[in-house]
């Protein structure tokens, strides 16, 4: 009978203000306002995907709705080949390894090493539920998956919090804009 709390995984981001300061950020609450934001890097892997030839294309879609670039394809046999790519880290925490599984029907296999840091449009996407933020949802996403991912976190909480004999708002925002919204 014990309540958990899960979070959201994540990874450690450099943080470069236009001050010259470089912050390590690991919590999208640490997040200094974006107006003395000048870039943010994420980090990078290289990936190795040991997958059956029958599943390349399927795989290869897999890498690029997670923001990868395949750059090498490798044959071990006639049966087998091997994929290298440089994805953000960030983007294989959460489902990747599961997709890989159910895509391959069991029978891939993945391996990755760190390969630095890269500048990306990084954005903080904060969750309010009846208008005040709620820390503990808040993410730092890329700025072209932040609709998508803010949809599905406020679809989920509409479905998590007991109803009501009034409405609630579970709003998605970056900055003051809000992109997604349920009730």
Do not use: W
Request: overall charge negative; hydrophobic content about 40%.
């Amino acid at each position: 009978n014990m309540d958990s709390i899960a979070s959201y995984p994540s990874v450690i981001y450099h943080v470069f203000r236009k001050s010259g300061e470089v912050l390590d950020i690991d919590n999208p609450v640490h997040l200094p306002d974006p107006s003395g934001i000048e870039r943010i890097e994420e980090p990078v892997i290289n990936c190795h995907l040991m997958i059956p030839t029958d599943y390349i294309g399927d795989v290869m879609n897999l890498i690029m709705s997670k923001r990868g670039l395949c750059t090498n394809t490798q044959g071990v046999d006639g049966k087998h080949v091997i994929i290298t790519a440089e994805m953000p880290m960030h983007e294989i925490l959460i489902d990747f390894h599961d997709k890989l599984k159910s895509i391959t029907r069991g029978y891939g296999s993945m391996d990755y090493e760190p390969a630095g840091y890269r500048a990306g449009k990084m954005v903080k996407l904060d969750i309010m539920v009846n208008g005040e933020p709620v820390d503990a949802f808040s993410s730092i996403v890329h700025a072209d998956m932040a609709y998508e991912r803010g949809r599905q976190i406020a679809e989920r909480l509409k479905d998590a919090i007991p109803p009501q004999m009034f409405q609630i708002a579970i709003q998605a925002a970056i900055g003051g804009k809000v992109i997604a919204r349920e009730t």
